[in-house]
């Protein structure tokens, strides 16, 4: 994505869409980072409070990553640029999104 703001021939809403979208996927990125830490750190007493964070950040995540493709709406914006970035974004969602599943299922088996 870093790759992809730096083409020739975007449009300013095109390249701002684009900054956006990059800076919400490192927020992302952190977050599911956050979420990997707190897992190997959960113990028994505070096992509720650590899920909770864990599903937090992994849900904002989440948010972050559709937050970025709502960018990309609208009929002025290149149609080839947003296709490949919906597409990557899409794929992360998936993967964040059947991770919080597991991540629930787990916290409703141990809870």
């Known amino acids: 994505m870093s790759k992809m703001v730096q083409s020739h021939g975007l449009k300013p809403r095109e390249v701002a869409a684009m900054h956006d979208c990059v800076e919400l996927l490192s927020d992302s990125v952190d977050q599911l980072r956050r979420a990997m830490g707190e897992m190997t750190q959960i113990k028994g007493s505070n ?9 937090t950040w ?9 937050t970025c493709t709502d960018g990309f709406a609208g009929n002025a914006m290149n ?7 919906r597409a990557r974004v899409v794929t992360m969602a998936h ?8 991540i629930n299922s787990y916290a409703f088996l141990h809870n």
């Open 58 to 66: 992994v849900s904002a995540a989440l948010t972050d990553e559709d």
């Open 95 to 102: 993967m964040t999104s059947n991770a919080l599943g597991l």
């Open 79 to 85: 149609g080839n640029l947003k296709t490949t970035v």
């Open 47 to 55: 096992f509720g409070l650590m899920m909770n964070d864990i599903q």
